[in-house]
């Protein structure tokens, strides 16, 4: 693995880099609001993408590689993200076609930017469709309109018990449910099963 620093319009950002041997395409990962590069369901997702012969960034967020927990303006981190990942591009994953993904919140960055960033397809594990109501409010704002809004293929792995819903499936999004919740952590051979039989078909010459 490799560890590098890329600056952004809004700080310093980091990628993980695991190379793939021989690779044919590229995954970027971004973490969940609060937490980071090293969640289960990540990990998961970069070991079967190695065995798919996929490299893979796995990308903090400058708030994070800040030492700050509270995640900014989604206007934010989606400049960061596409900052990071068009320097990526240039460089270490040149060459490659790209495809963008992330958990929870950084699924939703790389829905909102798949466009500008020239993903082949996204990746999203344990996707918040909609947060649950608080005690005495109403449910947060339904996000569905992100993942419909993503003109490429979809796989979206979710917790059968997720307490932000299940999307539906739809034109080139599938949906796997696995085990588990939000967190995504009681199955996780089942998320890199999920992951990699995805990309197998995404990152095949035939698909390219």
Excluded at 99 to 125: D, K, P
Aim: charged share 20%; hydrophobic share 45%.
């Amino acid at each position: 693995m490799t560890t590098i620093e890329i600056e952004t319009p809004h700080g310093t950002a980091r990628a993980h880099l695991h190379a793939a041997a021989r690779p044919r395409a590229a995954l970027a990962l971004g973490h969940g609001a609060g937490g980071g590069v090293d969640a289960p369901d990540l990990l998961a997702a970069t070991e079967a993408a190695l065995a798919e012969e996929v490299s893979v960034a796995l990308v903090e967020q400058p708030y994070r590689v800040a030492g700050k927990k509270s995640q900014p303006a989604a206007s934010t981190i989606d400049a960061a993200w596409i900052a990071a990942l068009e320097q990526l591009r240039g460089a270490e994953l040149a060459g490659l076609p790209l495809i963008s993904g992330g958990r929870s919140a950084g699924a939703r960055v790389a829905c909102r930017t798949a466009g500008e960033t020239g993903a082949v397809a996204v990746l999203c594990l344990a996707f918040p469709l909609q947060p649950p109501a608080r005690k005495g409010k109403e449910p947060g704002p339904h996000r569905l309109g992100e993942l419909e809004a993503v003109e490429v293929p979809v796989l979206v792995v979710q917790g059968e018990n997720d307490r932000f819903g299940v999307p539906p499936a739809g034109a080139g999004r599938q949906v796997v449910l696995v085990a588990g919740d939000h967190g995504l952590k009681k199955d996780t051979a089942a998320i890199g099963d999920a992951v990699g039989r995805w990309l197998a078909e995404i990152a095949s010459p035939a698909a390219a």
